[in-house]
Each structure stands twice: as structure tokens, then as C-alpha cells.
């Protein structure tokens, strides 16, 4: 049976993939418990781990992913991304907008979900 999580991850690791790009390349300094792993996998585990850090992490870390992702989806569409997201959502993705308090908890990981959940239906 597949779950709300199990999308979230598939949609975490494509929006990674996007954004970082997929390198299939290794080097022989990294660990052998990471041999086989997919990088766009660890990269997408540290965009939730910095969905779930202060609203600091979510301004360096998640914002600019979730900012390129609705640009890559809203392309030759018109309409600005808050009319899209919504207001309570754009302010989350808005890469002109940043949190006034930076040490405080960011969305966390429902917050991004429910980013991820809205540019799926886009």
C-alpha cells in the first residue's frame, strides 16, 4: 500500500534530483556504507532534515529548492506564485522572502509536505 509518505519521499528525491542534479559518480574517501547510494536519496534526506531545523535552515537549505521547483513547474504560465500556493504557503517558497525570526522552528517536515503536496496538484 503506498502512503502520503512514501510520495513525499518520491517527490523530495525528483525535486532534489532537479535541483542538485544526479552525479552517479563516487570517490574512494567516502564511506562503504554509501556505496550504491543513490546522491540524489542523501540529498533529499538532508532537505527534510533542514525542513525540521530552525527557520534559519529552511531560508539556506529548503526555500531555494522549493523556489526552483515552482519555477520549473510554473514556466510559460502566468500568474504569480502566491496565487498559486496561496497565502499561507507562498510565504515558504517565496526566495525574496526570508523568516523574521531565524532561531525559530521552521515549518518542519508537514510544512513541507504540504509545499510538495500543492506543486504536485500545480
Known amino acids: ?5 512514501d510520495i513525499l519521499v518520491v517527490i523530495v ?3 532534489a534530483r532537479t535541483w542538485f542534479g544526479a552525479r552517479g559518480s563516487s570517490t574512494e574517501d567516502e564511506p562503504a556504507s554509501h556505496e550504491g547510494t543513490d546522491p540524489a536519496v542523501e540529498r533529499a534526506r ?3 532534515g533542514w525542513a525540521d531545523g530552525s527557520r534559519m535552515d ?3 537549505h529548503v526555500r531555494p529548492v522549493l523556489a526552483r521547483e515552482l519555477a520549473e513547474l510554473t ?3 502566468r500568474g504569480p506564485g502566491e496565487r498559486m500556493l496561496g497565502p499561507e504557503l507562498w510565504p515558504w517558497v517565496d526566495p525574496g522572502h526570508s523568516f523574521d525570526a531565524p532561531d525559530t522552528p521552521s515549518p ?3 510544512g513541507l509536505a504540504r509545499v510538495l503536496d500543492r506543486l504536485e496538484r500545480l
Open 75 to 77: 514556466r510559460g504560465r
Open 13 to 15: 528525491i525528483l525535486a
Open 58 to 60: 529552511w531560508d539556506r
Open 108 to 110: 518542519g517536515r508537514d
Open 1 to 5: 500500500m503506498i502512503t502520503a509518505v
Open 46 to 48: 538532508a532537505l527534510v
